[in-house]
């Protein structure tokens, strides 16, 4: 792992790297809506079933950055995550099961690369 992480600065809420800086990342369970984890992240909104809002605790430069996600359930499977609105004091995620509906699941992350 030498080399990938270049500096962590908390001052600035980013993680620097080589090819890219994380700017926020979380993790939450959406059945008891507890936050697990989170990073340069005020706050996470239950929206609606499958879909929440990251609110950033200092803003993107930009609104041309990444999310990276994930969402599953070990007894219910694999979901897929993706972006509704992507804005640079927050972003909508839509956590999707295998039929394609949403659903909440109890483990997910995210992270901002720009």
């Not at 809420?13 to 090819?19: A, E, F, N, Q, V």
């Given at each position: 792992m030498s080399g990938i992480v270049n500096e962590i600065d908390s001052r600035?809420?980013?993680?620097?790297?080589?090819?890219?800086?994380i700017r926020a990342h979380c993790s939450w369970n959406q059945y008891s809506f507890a936050e697990e984890y989170k990073f340069n992240v005020a706050s996470i909104t239950d929206d609606t079933t499958g879909r929440v809002t990251v609110t950033f605790t200092h803003n993107m430069p930009t609104t041309d950055y990444c999310v990276v996600g994930n969402c599953g359930d070990g007894n219910a499977g694999l979901g897929a995550m993706g972006m509704v609105t992507k804005l640079v004091g927050s972003v909508t995620l839509t956590m999707v099961y295998q039929n394609g509906t949403e659903k909440d699941?109890?483990?997910n992350s995210m992270a901002v690369i720009v």
């Open positions: 600035s809420h980013i993680i620097s790297g080589k090819d890219g800086t699941f109890p483990d």
